[in-house]
Nanobody
Framework: QVQLVESGGGLVQAGGSLRLSCAASGRTSMNNIMAWFRQAPGKEREFVGRISWIGGSTYYADSVKGRFTISRDNANNTMYLQMNSLKPDYTAVYYC??????????????WGQGTQVTVSS
């Protein structure tokens, strides 16, 4: 099993920046893809972006392209989400997930507990 712990959330003004971290432990080798999701109040959880542990290739949702950057530190099994030019509608609980590709989709096998990001106007 993989355990994921997010950190770095908080309150920030619109236009500001935050960096979230996701520390992975346990059987991390079973999941070669890491991702960020978010869930705003009253809305469904949505995909933000993902990164592969090997190679570091990334993919982002259109809504965050150019504002968010995902990176990883393989030595410390940690993934990051750098968020710039934040907007109030980015307010949400941000979750990290670990998974692997299965056929044409991704299977997410582990989730963190989430970290709150609040962007004030």
């Amino acid at each position: 099993q993989v355990q994921l712990v997010e950190s770095g959330g908080g309150l920030v003004q619109a236009g500001g920046s935050l960096r979230l971290s996701c520390a992975a432990s346990g059987r991390t080798s079973m999941n070669n893809i890491m991702a960020w999701f978010r869930q705003a109040p009253g809305k469904e959880r949505e995909f933000v972006g993902r990164i592969s542990w090997i190679g570091g290739s990334t993919y982002y949702a259109d809504s965050v392209k150019g504002r968010f950057t995902i990176s990883r530190d393989n030595a410390n099994n940690t993934m990051y989400l750098q968020m710039n030019s934040l907007k109030p509608d980015y307010t949400a609980v941000y979750y990290c997930a670990a998974g692997r590709p299965v056929l044409s989709r991704y299977e997410w096998n582990a989730w963190g507990q989430g970290t709150q990001v609040t962007v004030s106007s």
